[in-house]
């Protein structure tokens, strides 16, 4: 059975919600069921994924007044899996396991815990334990590291990675829903403080309080949905354990297999995009996954977008939202509810033209995976 | 008495990685090979992920190249004051066998190829030690 997406919610994007990740996810659960004109007893299945800072679908759904469910999955990790997520509410609503799926992520990614920092005194266990001594324990340095070998191998540059901030942020400046709206130049860019060289400030983030909800259905659905449906045309999913120290080559991520895949399944190919949402929790993510996914040679993202082919009237908007660096980072979600608007036309002064067929990714280093959305049904 | 938010982050040993901890409380650097196959793995491994036999801890040369680094700039951990260099090191025993650490350098001086040489640090006053790495000509 296909899947579409017929419904779409998120709550504001803050630097202090001063809520709940229960009672952000059920307001963006809410909004995504009026948006498709559905209400919670149509729907049997949720899932999440989590960094044990969130709420757990069963709270969620019963927050919503729904008393149980088919299907309640929240999975731990990261932005790797986003994709996986959104795969997978489709393939338990083909095995006929649940009718409708809300996929959700909530957290106070701002205002409670915090990716990046660490209070001390800290144990660490599993495979991050041999890291304590450098204290190489967070995003910010795992993904600097893998630039710097990017930088060494292909001769990319700061310059490079900076093009990639400023344009996402050109995008976000009409985007009332984005957290940082400022134009930003490369001077700006330059020199902002350094988090991690080679990484400056503007490479990294923005965190926020927030919350998103996609609502997914089978084609059955689709007809009682007041949207037009967005459809998922296909997905890929690249998981390793190789962790940051044995990922054999860092130039790459995930991607250069989760690339190749998705084309694959799809029978599409990169210049059949019409936008692209690339999940970038650093610029550096948006380098390399660019290059994995087939859309720049190596080395050749920095030159790409400073060209201008990665915005309107080039050759494929990337990130028209302003992506997870100037939108917020709600994880990797609030991709695919930009994805939704594109698609269904209602981006407004953000609009890319004629958007038809978007590919939407996520995750980085050795673990992610990427959907494909049309607008006609495939 | 100090602030304990002020104290380095410590390993918790499994049943794993005790031996590699252990060794090093010794002044031993030492590293999870196959007992069969011989080829080195890190993270350490109960049974080798490409044999299947068993796995015991090993002396290392301590000797690799700098693979890639960073120049933290940032504090994100409480113990260490930037800034200060990270590598990502390669040991000259098989490539791709990796482990991060200090690299006790001045930033300007550290760059990707070179040569370095592991050198055993208590971590704080935890009774931890792990490697640190300097430079070598
Ligand atoms: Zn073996």
Known sequence: MTVAVVGIGRTEYLKRSGRTTKAMAAS???????????????????????????????????ALGRDELAWANSMYGGGNLVADQI???????????????????????????????IEGPMQVTGENQYDVASGYLVPPQWFAMSARRHQYRYGSTCEDLGQIAITQRAHAVPNEHAFYREPLTMDDYLSSRWINEPFHLYDCTSEVDGAVAILLVGEDMVRDCKTEPVWLVGSSNSQSGAGWSSWDDPTEMYSRTAGPKIW???????????????????????MATMEGFGFCEKGQVGP????????YGGDIVINPHGGLLSEGYIHGLNHHYESTLQLRGNAGVRQV?????????????????????????? | MTDARLLPPIPVPDPESAGYWESLSTGVFALSRCTECHRWMQVPQEHCRW?????????????????????????SIPSLTPPYVVGMIEFDEQPGLRLTGII????????????????????????FSAPSFELVP
């Open chain 1, 264 to 286: 694959a399944n799809t029978g599409l190919n990169p210049s059949d995009m019409d936008f692209a949402c690339m999940y970038d929790c650093f610029t550096y993510t948006v």
């Open chain 2, 51 to 75: 044999c299947g036999a068993t796995t015991s801890f090993e002396e290392v040369s301590g000797r690799g190249t700098v693979f890639s680094f960073i120049v933290v700039r940032h504090q």
């Open chain 1, 87 to 117: 795969a997978t509410a489709a393939a338990v609503i083909e095995a006929g396991l649940c009718k409708a799926v809300l996929v959700y992520r909530s957290l106070n990614g701002r205002s409670g815990y915090r990716f990046g920092t």
């Open chain 2, 104 to 127: 006790e350098a001045d930033p300007d001086a550290v760059a990707i190829g070179q040569k370095v040489q592991a050198i055993i640090r208590p971590i704080g006053e935890s009774g």
């Open chain 1, 304 to 311: 790409f977008f400073a060209e201008g082919r990665a915005t």
């Open chain 1, 28 to 62: 963006a659960c809410r909004d995504a069921l009026a948006d498709a004109g559905l209400t919670i007893a149509d729907v049997d299945g949720m899932c999440t994924f989590q960094a044990n800072d969130s709420s757990s679908p069963m709270d969620v759904a019963w």
């Open chain 1, 353 to 378: 033209a004629d958007a038809k067929v978007a590919l939407v990714t996520a995750g980085g280093g050795p673990y992610g995976g990427a959907n494909i959305y049309s607008k006609e049904r495939p």
